[in-house]
Nanobody
Framework: QVQLVESGGGLVQPGESLRLSCAGS????????MGWYRQAPGKQRELVAR???????NYADSVKGRFTISRDNAKNTVYLQMNSLKPEDTAVYYC???????????WGKGTLVTVSS
């Protein structure tokens, strides 16, 4: 079965940076699209960033210019570099992928990011 495992969350102060990692159980080339979502208490889960098989990227307006999504196919890992973090970035961040062959989607268990002074 496909598994996605996130890591890198933690507690940081406003203005600091953090990098999240999402490791796939197999080649991430099998996924048509991979991305990061986040969910804060009392809010809907929202798309933060996504990257396609052609390396096209999209970002939520709230993180544009601050966050960068990238991937290392050799390591089967997708990253989310988060700079200039704000308290409103506090949320559980989830890795997400859509399989290219059958269109099924997969989710990681999430990693908590807390931005607080």
């Amino acid at each position: 079965q496909v598994q996605l495992v996130e890591s890198g969350g933690g507690l940081v102060q406003p203005g600091e940076s953090l990098r999240l990692s999402c490791a796939g159980s197999g080649s991430i080339l099998a996924f048509a699209t991979m991305g990061w979502y986040r969910q804060a208490p009392g809010k809907q889960r929202e798309l933060v960033a996504r990257i396609t098989g052609g390396d096209s990227t999209n970002y939520a307006d709230s993180v544009k210019g601050r966050f960068t999504i990238s991937r290392d196919n050799a390591k089967n890992t997708v990253y989310l570099q988060m700079n200039s973090l704000k308290p409103e970035d506090t949320a559980v961040y989830y890795c997400h992928a859509i399989a290219g062959l059958n269109g099924m989607d997969y989710w990681g268990k999430g990693t908590l990011v807390t931005v607080s002074s």
